[in-house]
DNA sequence: GATTAACCGAGACGGTACGTCACGTCTTTAA
DNA sequence: TTAAAGACGTGACGTACCGTCTCGGTTAATC
């Protein structure tokens, strides 16, 4: 499984089939759990020493894996497999409404996380972080991405709605405000944009 | 001049008028200009060690200045005093198109520069990084708000609109789809979000 | 051949007859030909691993045959049988000095070696290593000994002289001016040597 | 001092008088001791890490003064300022018995010892070493070299003798045989030694 | 003019983490 | 059972920076 859909892992050769000790699996998932577990004291304070150590595991282990500490962050968080729900309440402003409001009970439990905008920094100059990153926060749209659907299938919205624009746009700004600006990101905030936007 | 507008400098005591030999002036010209220099390479690769190199500088002579690196940078970069001008086309429309036409040159010319996800990180930690990177924002958000004053004085916009969000609205989407989506940045975007907001 | 001679190897348990796949005999060869082009570089650069990818075979494959690196090196040093003539001159002083005009010449060509000094730390490990390596010594120091018995025979030498003494007592001081003194290892040296001792 | 007689210590740039903060003797000291103390546990288990550690000085202390492992335990020894007295029984004889007395001494002290084989080899690579190998031993056959001195000047001994010869002679066969031979470094061996060379 | 205090360059200091290497063992598929 | 391949835990390596600290030596304002 975890080749198919891998993004960010070090090159494995796989020059032929499989030859030779195939790698444990039990050691993927002590890793990523070591990693997720240190990320709460912020992506400065995990160093990979901790992580292999953490995980009872050496280090060339992780190098094996991934290339980079985000690489493997960026891992860590898409196994963290919260299933993010999609809204279904009838009107394309409630499901936003409803789905804005789970984003800010996050925001509001990991606030001043470094994590985003380190992994931000880093997919500068790892295109594989980057690529990594961009599948991530693809996967976390799709909520907003299928309310917006169904809006247009239900007429609500125009077909000629750029979904990818649309999503931008309301996503956008709550991430602009919460890195760059000193203004809360607050549900006065939320229906602000929604009012301007639809 | 410094000593007045400066936000992110170490503490100076300046118990009373000045005793003891004063600081010499063309040494923070000398690390100021020795960071740019360093910074073409990404922010990841310069080290205070190698700034002091350059600037032929102790190590102490930076940090009796900046507490920081990103300290140092913020303020290396605040001496790029590039004037933004603030276009007046008769319409919000224009004004906009104007600006944006504008933003889109500069990402072009600096296209993957690292330092702003840097500062946007480094502000997490250091609560002065974080003043003075919202400070350095605000004054390049200043044309928009002019423009979006300009528009509500017209009447062309409702009085109503909270030009704070606004801001983010015209700002939030360009910066997310730069930072964390593989869409490109473009005048066709552009346009879509105008035309959506608008 | 090599299982009767041999001190060095790992165990080999051959509790009955053979089941299983029997060794290749050509890896044994790959081995010891990779050892010994390695060994050109040093025994300090010379890794298991190296010798393994050279051999192109896995580790394990060495690890069964030779319990350790100085193992695998003293028998690939073994396969180097330069047969060592016992010179007959008629005198005891001609023939040690046609044996060590011989032992200048090895000596010059392989000047600095570090192989033999590897060997004689490791036999501070390894036992093993160690009887290995006086066997490999004392197969050297053959044509000093039967030259001794020869003038013993003669009468030339007093049948009293220790002749294990006067073996240590002829190579030790080439072998103490090579490995630890800046003095040259001459002809010059040898007639001294010889001049004092005989 | 250090300074004067240093043979291996890494490269000091000494660009002009001197610069910069001084080293700290206090340094050099700590990490001379902890090498000394962990030297007993043999050199292969002497880790530049755990030197480190002991000193409680920071590994880049240990580079900055010493390139290698062995630069740093070949200065280490020498700093052993066990004073080596050099007897005077009257006799060249007498003399030589007691000084091989107090040698075949430390010989059982340190039975096994791993050190000096190991900057043999250590010696082979790296010529720094080499030279402050050869210093060491150098002190170590003062001495001797007195002893053959002082028969010289009584008449005891021939002044067409070459001292450095006459040393090798002397000391190179009991380290012949301890290193390289089965046959026991004892008295009995001594005595031989000095029937057959004197 | 002497004193004093802060400055300056240089670079040593104790640390932390890095990414690599080799070790010797273990685990797979294939012969 | 051996073979090739290569993953595994371990541990040391030598390097790079960190931010602090000492040096000898300036450079003014104060005494």
Redesign the interface.
Known sequence: MRSETNLVTADIPTTDARRGRPRDARCDQAILDATLELLVG?I?NLSIDAVAARARVGKATIYRRWSTKEALVVEALGSDTVTITTPDTGTLRGDLEHYFHHVLERLADAK???VL??L??A???DPVVR?S??HY?TRRQTPVREVLSRAIARGELSAE??V???V??L???????R?????PVDQR?ID??LD??L
């Open positions: 912020g400065g001043g996380s470094d905008p380190h931000i920094e997919a500068c100059y690529e990153l961009e926060i709605v750029d990818d624009v649309m931008d746009l996503l956008g700004p709550l991430m602009y405000r890195l760059l600006s000193h203004f905030f602000h944009v301007l936007v």
